[in-house]
């Protein structure tokens, strides 16, 4: 038998094809339950047991451990599970990956189901092109599934027949007979093999072919299984590398935790996969040597997965101390970061709008922690104290620029992904707040400047200016308190009526101050530049007004089309 580069390219199309079928349907089923699947994350994780069965039942949902890890990690980054919490999830996860490994033992051996693929397409297509986002996701999910199984009956048809290729077979067989030696090897070449694919459903289905084929031992098959245990931690570490540091620690927790259970697994190496194959062959009763092989592969990983969470359930404090120890708490982890959301969690386009929602929160926070330095800045009569203030606006207006361009290029990166038209309508009203947010910052680093001109000119206000602008100053106080309130209003019971209430008195009194300002000039109470710095405050004030309706009005529209 000859094995053509064309025929390789066939092989490398035919995993391409069921990890697409794989991305498909794990893309359908999370928009599809993407805000069920995230208040049963938070609401199932109240204590080890519930976490557990939380990431048993999200994983065996989604079909993907990974992506259960990568939500579990952006979880924990926006602070909405605990690092303890996600330890526990994770445990989950690992045992709800093993589903993936008994439907392709079930179905791929035994029922043809590439042959329903084709009639299952024609059932999706319909529902593809349905105008309502539930059904277009259900229609993905359809086509997603279909693809995984064509894909891995290709991935059958077009393997190397080792058996009708002695010089590949002994290539292969010079590996595996060097005792314990071997088994290493597979656990390496499974860790690598998962680490490179990024999914170890892919690298499980490869290997259930190679020992349904009979081209390795079920033993060597379960050392495979072992190194793709570890190989599948790499996405949730990937994701966490810009993370904060509690998700840093989770990723850590999901690699310590699979290291652990494939050391003491190879330990017990021998009498485990005898155990597990008396288990098949004698209960179960399998006669064909293919469905055999590959329910003992199934059998090995669920089993290995159980006892590993049965073993490490009751250490959970330990591991959350042993990764604290590793990845330390910085001196002072960085205040002015971006707290919730990073650069490597699109894997969950859908789930990844929850983060962006609470860094605009902090965001809204901020801009309104600057206009109290403001107010602060405005009575400040100590030179030193008035710079160290000044600096500090400053560099929290360099912060709201860099804040508004990060959150909005991970908003177009989340946009790119696969989402129901209410989340992209979501994100267009998410990128206006943002905007409109900067600006408050922008009208705040004004209002410093302005009264930092004013510090180093030689007059100051009079009392009666000073009163008005304290009575301004309390007004766009009240109107960013009422915005923060609305933009963290997740069940729409605050009345936006008052925010436009408090801009329509902001309008009104900047224009009573605006005609006075005239008359007291006129009447010499104060000289012509002392009244323009004073009416630059005042003005500048109503501005920040009119963002701040621009921000509840950006929030209060995307509510009202969802209601």
């Given at each position: 038998?000859?094995?053509?580069?064309?025929?390789?390219?066939?092989?490398?199309g035919?995993?391409?094809?069921?990890l697409?079928?794989?991305?498909?349907?794990?893309?359908?089923l999370?928009?599809?339950?993407?805000?069920r699947l995230?208040?049963i994350?938070?609401?199932?994780t109240t204590n080890?047991v519930?976490?557990v069965?939380?990431?048993v039942?999200?994983?065996?949902?989604?079909?993907?451990?990974?992506a259960?890890t990568v939500?579990?990690?952006?979880?924990?980054?926006?602070?909405?599970?605990?690092?303890?919490?996600s330890?526990g999830?994770?445990m989950g996860a690992?045992i709800?990956?093993t589903?993936?490994?008994?439907?392709?033992?079930?179905?791929?051996f035994?029922?043809d189901?590439?042959?329903m693929?084709?009639?299952?397409?024609?059932?999706?297509?319909?529902?593809l092109?349905s105008?309502?986002?539930?059904r277009k996701?259900i229609?993905?999910?359809?086509f997603?599934?279909?693809?995984?199984f064509?894909?891995?009956s290709?991935?059958?048809?077009?393997?190397?027949?080792?058996?009708?290729?002695?010089e590949?077979?002994s290539?292969v067989?010079?590996?595996?007979?060097?005792?314990?030696?071997?088994?290493?090897?597979?656990?390496l070449?499974?860790?690598?093999?998962?680490?490179?694919?990024q999914a170890?459903a892919?690298?499980?289905?490869?290997?259930l072919?190679?020992?349904?084929?009979g081209w390795?031992?079920?033993?060597?098959?379960?050392?495979?299984?072992?190194?793709?245990?570890?190989?599948?931690t790499i996405?949730?570490?990937?994701?966490a590398?810009?993370?904060?540091?509690?998700?840093?620690?989770?990723?850590?927790?999901?690699l310590?935790?699979?290291?652990?259970?494939?050391i003491?697994?190879?330990?017990?190496?021998?009498p485990f996969t005898?155990?597990v194959?008396?288990?098949?062959e004698?209960?179960m009763k399998?006669?064909?040597p293919?469905?055999?092989?590959?329910?003992?592969?199934?059998?090995?990983?669920?089993?290995?997965n159980?006892?590993?969470?049965l073993?490490?359930?009751w250490?959970v404090?330990?591991i959350e101390?042993t990764?604290c120890?590793?990845?330390?708490?910085?001196?002072?982890?960085?205040?002015?970061?971006?707290?919730?959301?990073t650069?490597?969690?699109l894997?969950t386009?859908?789930?990844?709008?929850?983060?962006?929602?609470?860094?605009i929160?902090l965001?809204?926070e901020?801009?309104h922690?600057?206009?109290?330095?403001?107010?602060?800045?405005l009575?400040?009569t100590?030179?030193n104290?008035?710079?160290?203030?000044?600096?500090?606006?400053?560099k929290?207006?360099n912060?709201?620029?860099s804040?508004?361009v990060?959150?909005?290029n991970?908003?177009n990166?989340?946009?790119?992904?696969?989402?129901?038209?209410?989340?992209?309508l979501?994100?267009?009203?998410?990128?206006?707040e943002?905007?409109e947010?900067?600006?408050?910052?922008?009208?705040?680093?004004?209002?410093?400047?302005?009264?930092?001109?004013?510090h180093?000119?030689?007059m100051?206000?009079?009392q009666k200016q000073?009163?008005?602008?304290e009575?301004?100053?309390?007004l766009?106080?009240?109107?960013?308190s009422q915005?923060?309130a609305?933009?963290?209003?997740?069940?729409?019971?605050?009345?936006?009526?008052?925010?436009?209430?408090?801009e329509?008195e902001?309008?009104?009194?900047?224009?009573q101050?605006k005609?006075q300002?005239?008359?007291?000039?006129?009447?010499?109470?104060?000289?012509?530049?002392?009244?323009?710095?004073?009416?630059?405050?005042i003005?500048?004030?109503?501005?920040?007004?009119?963002?701040?309706?621009?921000?509840v009005?950006?929030?209060s529209?995307?509510?009202?089309k969802k209601?």
């Amino acid at each position: 038998m000859e094995y053509s580069f064309y025929d390789f390219l066939k092989l490398l199309g035919s995993l391409a094809l069921f990890l697409y079928g794989m991305k498909i349907m794990s893309e359908g089923l999370q928009k599809f339950a993407g805000d069920r699947l995230r208040k049963i994350l938070t609401a199932m994780t109240t204590n080890r047991v519930t976490g557990v069965l939380t990431g048993v039942l999200i994983t065996a949902l989604i079909q993907s451990s990974s992506a259960t890890t990568v939500m579990v990690v952006s979880f924990v980054n926006a602070g909405l599970l605990t690092l303890s919490q996600s330890i526990g999830v994770i445990m989950g996860a690992n045992i709800g990956t093993t589903v993936t490994a008994w439907i392709i033992s079930a179905l791929g051996f035994k029922v043809d189901i590439a042959a329903m693929a084709l009639p299952l397409l024609a059932v999706g297509v319909p529902l593809l092109f349905s105008g309502k986002s539930n059904r277009k996701s259900i229609g993905e999910f359809i086509f997603g599934f279909s693809f995984l199984f064509m894909g891995l009956s290709l991935l059958k048809t077009n393997a190397p027949d080792l058996s009708k290729n002695p010089e590949m077979l002994s290539f292969v067989q010079n590996y595996t007979d060097m005792g314990f030696g071997s088994v290493m090897l597979f656990v390496l070449i499974g860790t690598i093999l998962t680490m490179i694919v990024q999914a170890s459903a892919a690298t499980m289905a490869i290997t259930l072919i190679m020992c349904a084929n009979g081209w390795i031992s079920f033993e060597l098959g379960a050392a495979l299984v072992l190194g793709e245990n570890i190989g599948t931690t790499i996405t949730a570490n990937l994701a966490a590398l810009t993370a904060n540091t509690q998700a840093r620690r989770a990723a850590l927790a999901h690699l310590v935790f699979n290291v652990f259970g494939v050391i003491w697994v190879l330990c017990l190496f021998k009498p485990f996969t005898m155990g597990v194959s008396w288990f098949v062959e004698d209960i179960m009763k399998t006669p064909d040597p293919a469905v055999a092989v590959s329910f003992k592969l199934s059998a090995f990983h669920t089993t290995f997965n159980i006892c590993n969470v049965l073993i490490l359930i009751w250490f959970v404090k330990l591991i959350e101390k042993t990764v604290c120890k590793i990845i330390p708490q910085r001196e002072q982890d960085e205040e002015y970061r971006l707290r919730f959301i990073t650069g490597g969690m699109l894997s969950t386009a859908e789930l990844s709008i929850l983060q962006a929602r609470k860094e605009i929160n902090l965001f809204a926070e901020r801009t309104h922690r600057m206009f109290g330095m403001v107010r602060d800045l405005l009575h400040t009569t100590n030179e030193n104290d008035f710079n160290k203030l000044f600096s500090r606006v400053e560099k929290y207006e360099n912060i709201s620029d860099s804040m508004e361009v990060e959150i909005a290029n991970y908003l177009n990166q989340v946009s790119e992904g696969r989402l129901s038209s209410e989340s992209k309508l979501q994100i267009r009203s998410m990128l206006r707040e943002v905007t409109e947010i900067e600006s408050i910052g922008d009208s705040c680093y004004n209002l410093a400047r302005t009264i930092n001109r004013k510090h180093r000119s030689e007059m100051d206000f009079t009392q009666k200016q000073y009163d008005h602008i304290e009575q301004m100053f309390k007004l766009t106080d009240d109107a960013l308190s009422q915005m923060i309130a609305l933009v963290e209003d997740e069940h729409h019971t605050i009345d936006v009526n008052k925010s436009f209430n408090i801009e329509h008195e902001i309008n009104n009194y900047r224009n009573q101050l605006k005609n006075q300002n005239v008359l007291d000039v006129n009447n010499k109470e104060y000289d012509y530049q002392m009244g323009v710095h004073y009416m630059d405050i005042i003005t500048e004030c109503e501005k920040l007004g009119d963002y701040v309706v621009n921000v509840v009005e950006a929030g209060s529209n995307v509510k009202e089309k969802k209601a």
